[in-house]
């Protein structure tokens, strides 16, 4: 089933990329069919067809506004959530304005610096977000994080790249799927500082430049779970259309030590999250 879905992902990439270049670049907004079933509920991290992506499910056929196929047949991995419902009980988070597009459970590490006053400051992050879309509605959705968490912060592994192995070999994602990156870029709008990037343009939409969005914080919440996690947060698209809004909650870990000794090294610090992509072009 595998090699043919890839076989599949891979014809329809072709096709696509044949029609995307005799498109101009707004083509490519798909509207995604509902959903209002949830997912196939197999189990699997995979659709279970080829085509079997956000495609399908109870609507026969996919309902496209111009000649493209969906945009999730590139990938022929994942589920329809727009009609899921995020959850930011507990906190103070603004309600979303889009629909959701994609959830990914990050798992990476918080990075930080000692500074003078003797305690951290944040340098950044780095996280692989992995494709959960089609665990929504099942009943080991709302743990993952603490799946997650558990499986990442146990392993002996520092390393971001390991963690694709360290959720299947866990069993916390049975065969894991990127969609991609999280990681920190100077601010493209002011040239200075540092700005979140989600980048899925090396793995769930791989090949298509502009599968990337750079986030301006709007809002930011202590996590509800407790002061051992990093806050919650709501940020809007500066630049990119992966998405218009990036919620960061279901946080686990990745705060620092309360205090440092000035000139020590640099730390990161094991982390998860949920993150909840909305809107955006694809
Ligand atoms: C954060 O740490 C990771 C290692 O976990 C590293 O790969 C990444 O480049 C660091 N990012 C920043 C902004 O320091
Ligand atoms: C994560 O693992 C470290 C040991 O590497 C441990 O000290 C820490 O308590 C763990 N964190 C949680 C929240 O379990
Ligand atoms: C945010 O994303 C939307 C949807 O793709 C796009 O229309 C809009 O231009 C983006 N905004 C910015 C500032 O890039």
Known sequence: MFTLTKTFALLALL???QLA??????????PRPSSPNGPSGSGSQFASAPGGGRGSGSTSTPTTTGSSPPQDLTTGTACDVSTASIDTSGTT???????????????????????????YTSTGAFAELFDVSCLVGQSDFTSLQTTAFAAWNSSTSTSVTSTSDIMSSS???????TLGQHYFITNPLTGSGLSPKWDFTSNALAGDADAFVVGTKVDD???????ADVDWLYLTNATGILANEIYRIDTQGGQPPASCTAG??????????MYWLTGGSF
């Open 264 to 273: 020590t090294a640099d730390i990161t610090v094991k982390y998860t999250a």
């Open 171 to 177: 069993g916390v994602l049975s065969s894991p799927i």
């Open 15 to 17: 096709v696509q990329t």
């Open 21 to 30: 270049s005799a498109a101009p670049a707004q083509a490519r907004q798909t």
């Open 221 to 227: 919440v202590a996590a509800p779970t407790g002061s």
């Open 93 to 119: 988070l603004p309600a979303p304005s889009f629909a959701p597009s994609f959830i990914g459970l990050g798992v990476g590490t918080q990075n930080y610096t000692c500074g003078s006053a003797g305690t």
